[in-house]
């Protein structure tokens, strides 16, 4: 009874902490602090605690708006150790509290004064892909013009490159092309300066197989896509193309494909029902372009070979500003110029960094980072034509795509801060004692969020059911008494399905037949036909998942096995299968939707 209490309590606390806690914040910026006078103070003995404190710690109290002085709230310039001294004074008791004023502020906007600009960087949604990751660690290699460190590129991270045109090292820009591509995909961002880039924290590889006059040969091509290969690029991004299919450029797009390199290209910008060379390659990401209405730019190429689209711009007619605004060179001078072009160039170098942003997110194979941008892409209704391939970019949708079923750091550290788990009285309060239960309840608990977050979004009544059969049961039963009537009946619906065998003996001890994978594999195979039914069976696998592994660590007791290593491993192994099974369930019930 007490174990099967202790189950039940816990699994309480997972959904208690999943569906109710406050998320407390305890970290922030402030340069103010929040004095809230008690409502029954009046005006007179605020002025003068007001004036003792002014004088006291030479600050100067204010109202913070016209509306403050009904709620008598205050607000005083301060740091930390202002805020330590006000609450150790006489003030603390006149008031509700003392608290910084913390500043927030729209979230991971850049500070580059001309990102409103931008427009293609809010059609591919990057904001939210940003609050995951930045690139950092990836490397594109962009062969183009050449790349020439402009001022709003001397914060982005570059590796060597080289002119193959002019046979060296340094592979700077002649022409203005390839600087721009470069900050499309890494622009220096939040430097104050200029506009963004969509992987602002990756590597750029710049490597000129293009001429000033913006022409190139494939021998160029193919030994710039080895090299970059062979120098650990993880994406390249190629912004040319033509007509053409030669083995010389097959042979090097297939070789940096199977040393992991994902590779991306403009899909051309002859408005013809085909992709150019080298994108219409099969091991090449080939890229149409959106105007700034979101619909196929009019020069854009389209149909067969196209994979997927982005924004490319579109300066003609009545919309003189839809083209794509980063810095370049002005061919002429070589200065430092902000320029908007359009072309498939320009949607390009949009999915080449989205790429990166996926790579970052840990998917490593060029094949499954291609899968992830086309599978989250906005899918075009009625495109008989392939004007958009798979369809729209959407930088956010790639990254949660690509992070779906990871365990990682940093999503651990923001769930904990989401859900206030970082507030230390949280931790310190029962002492001890409570600190093991709390960490397992922690743990437990985000272990549950996760799961139901990437596999379960939509918790129903039937998964809930499930969880409960499989977990605890109705526990609260088990200790019922009505009169003369018998026990029996509570013992059962009192008891989890691990738990049955046990309850059907009269044992405390855990039936290996009902306490293993067998019952949760049953229901599976009889429910996932039925659209609602099945989730009680996944649920069932999760919460028997659950009950064993808890049942492992806390009392790991079962009928003819005992209660030491024999009976521990028996239970662990099964609830492995269990969370296995209710996997399978439900990645069952996302390839049918």
């Not at 003995?45 to 100067?60: D, F, H, K, S």
Request: one cysteine or more; proline letters at 4%.
């Amino acid at each position: 009874m007490k174990r099967l209490f202790l189950t039940g309590l816990f699994l309480v606390g997972l959904f208690f902490a999943l569906a109710s806690f406050p998320g407390l914040a305890n970290k922030g910026e402030y340069e103010s602090i929040v004095l809230d006078f008690r409502d029954d103070f009046q005006a007179g003995q605020i002025e003068r605690e007001l004036g003792a404190i002014a004088q006291q710690l030479n600050v100067t109290p204010r109202l913070n708006s016209i509306f403050s002085e009904q709620d008598n709230v205050y607000v005083v310039e301060g740091d930390r150790q202002l805020l330590k001294r006000l609450r150790r004074s006489e003030l603390k008791q006149y008031t509700e509290s003392i608290e910084p004023n913390y500043i927030y502020s729209t979230q991971d906007i850049p500070n580059d004064p001309d990102y409103a600009k931008q427009w293609n960087f809010l059609n591919i949604n990057i904001e939210s892909a940003w609050d995951e990751t930045k690139g950092a660690g990836v490397t594109v290699a962009v062969i183009d013009t050449g790349v020439s460190q402009v001022p709003d590129l001397r914060s982005t991270k570059f590796v060597a490159g080289y002119d193959f045109v002019n046979d060296r090292a340094e592979a700077a820009d002649d022409n203005g092309h390839g600087t721009h591509v470069a900050g499309t995909i890494a622009q220096s961002t939040n430097n104050g300066y200029g506009v963004a880039g969509i992987a602002y924290e990756a590597n750029i590889m710049p490597l000129k197989v293009l001429a000033a006059s913006g022409g190139g040969t494939v021998a160029d091509i193919a030994e710039a896509i080895r090299f970059a290969a062979d120098h650990n690029a993880d994406v390249i991004n190629m912004s040319l193309g033509g007509g053409g299919d030669t083995d010389l450029m097959r042979e090097a797009i297939d070789y940096a494909h199977g040393k992991g390199v994902v590779i991306v290209a403009a899909a051309g910008n002859a408005s013809s029902n085909s992709a150019s060379y080298p994108a219409r390659y099969p091991n090449v990401i080939a890229v149409s372009a959106l105007d700034s209405t979101g619909v196929k730019a009019p020069y854009s190429n389209f149909g067969a070979g196209v994979d997927i689209s982005a924004p490319g711009g579109s300066t003609g007619g009545s919309n003189p500003a839809g083209g794509v605004l980063q810095q370049t060179i002005d061919p002429e001078t070589g200065e430092a110029v902000f320029r908007a072009f359009q072309g498939t160039s320009m949607a390009s170098p949009h999915v080449a960094g989205v790429a990166a942003l996926v790579k970052a997110s840990g998917v490593e194979s060029p094949n499954e980072i291609a899968q992830v941008l086309k599978q989250s892409a906005r899918v075009i209704q009625g495109d008989e034509l392939n004007h958009f391939g798979a369809g729209q970019l959407d930088a956010a949708a790639a990254v949660k795509l690509a992070q779906k079923g990871q365990i990682n750091f940093r999503d651990f550290f923001r769930w904990l801060r989401d859900n206030g788990y970082l507030n230390l009285r949280f931790w310190f309060d029962g002492g001890v004692v409570a600190l093991l239960p709390k960490i397992g309840m922690v743990l437990g608990s985000y272990l549950l969020a996760w799961f139901l977050r990437n596999y379960l979004p939509i918790f129903s009544f039937s998964l809930g059911s499930g969880l409960v059969a499989g977990s605890a049961g109705l526990f609260f039963l088990r200790g019922l008494y009505v009169f003369d009537a018998p026990q029996f009946p509570f013992r059962i619906l009192g008891s989890s399905i691990p738990e049955l065998g046990g309850a059907i003996q009269g044992s405390s001890l855990l039936n290996p037949i009902f306490a293993s994978v067998l019952i949760p594999l049953v229901l599976v195979a009889l429910l996932l036909g039925n659209a609602q039914w099945k989730w009680f069976a996944v649920g069932s696998a999760l919460g028997v998942a659950s009950c064993l592994a808890i049942s492992a660590i806390v009392s790991p007791e079962v009928l003819w096995l005992g209660s030491g290593a024999i009976a521990r491993s028996y239970l662990i192994v099964n609830a492995l299968l269990c969370f296995g099974l209710a996997y399978l369930g439900s990645k069952a019930e996302t390839q049918s939707a």
